[in-house]
Nanobody, 113 residues
Framework: QVQLVESGGGLVQAGESLKLSCAASGSSSFVAMGWYRQALGKSRTLIAIIDSGGGTNYADSVAGRFTISRDNAKNTVYLQMDSLKPEDTGVYLC????????WGQGTQVTVSS
């Protein structure tokens, strides 16, 4: 059974940085891994995704500030978040795709102004 465990969330001030990690287990490989964000009262939105070959895609709102990477040997995906803004606040959920999608429990990121 696939399990995703996120870490690295927290409370920071605007302009600061955070790095999220998500360790995946239960599968030898993942077609894609990524991060979604769910802000209070809003729908879940894609923040960044990376495929097994290293191809990446970002939401317009974070392009140039966030960097996604993955370690295929460790089945771990990372999200480096720089120049954080209050609107980046939300629960960040790890995503992994095999023949079906899987989600982590989420980690809270709060950016104060």
């Amino acid at each position: 059974q696939v399990q995703l465990v996120e870490s690295g969330g927290g409370l920071v001030q605007a302009g600061e940085s955070l790095k999220l990690s998500c360790a995946a287990s239960g599968s030898s490989s993942f077609v894609a891994m990524g991060w979604y964000r769910q802000a209070l009262g809003k729908s879940r939105t894609l923040i960044a995704i990376i495929d097994s070959g290293g191809g990446t895609n970002y939401a317009d709102s974070v392009a140039g500030r966030f960097t996604i990477s993955r370690d295929n040997a460790k089945n771990t995906v990372y999200l480096q978040m720089d120049s954080l803004k209050p609107e980046d606040t939300g629960v960040y959920l790890c995503y992994a795709l095999t023949w079906q999608p899987y989600w982590g429990q989420g980690t809270q990121v709060t950016v104060s102004s």
